[in-house]
């Protein structure tokens, strides 16, 4: 069983920037592909950032293209997500996911991925 644990939310203005964390508890990621995702009030979780089990393929969507970074640690235990420019229609809890296959193309899809973390609220004030 992996468990995900998130951080690095907060409150922050428009234009600013903010890392998220992913820490995987007792187990390396060497072999999954990992994902960040987003949930605003009222919405479906959203795709946000993929990256594949080697690090050398990520994918974004539109919305955060440019602005928004994924990344593992060279232990790999770790992912994060930089993000920059800050928007207020950022606003979400970005929950964590990692799938145990180390790509699939049902990367943008939340049945893509096998394991979640609990999720951290990220405010976006303009």
């Known amino acids: 069983q992996v468990q995900l644990v998130e951080s690095g939310g907060g409150l922050v203005q428009a234009g600013g920037s903010l890392r998220l964390s992913c820490a995987a508890s007792g187990r390396s990621f060497s072999n999954y592909h990992m994902g960040w995702f987003r949930q605003a009030p009222g919405k479906e979780r959203e795709f946000v950032a993929a990256i594949r089990w080697n690090s050398k393929m990520t994918y974004y969507t539109d919305s955060v293209k440019g602005r928004f970074t994924i990344s593992k640690d060279n232990a790999q235990t770790t992912v994060y997500l930089q993000m920059n420019s800050l928007k207020a229609e950022d606003t979400a809890v970005y929950y964590c996911?990692?799938?145990?296959?180390?790509?699939?193309?049902?990367?943008?899809?939340?049945?893509?991925?096998?394991?979640w973390g609990q999720g951290t609220q990220v405010t976006v004030s303009s």
């Open positions: 996911a990692a799938d145990h296959t180390p790509w699939s193309s049902n990367y943008g899809r939340t049945d893509g991925y096998d394991y």
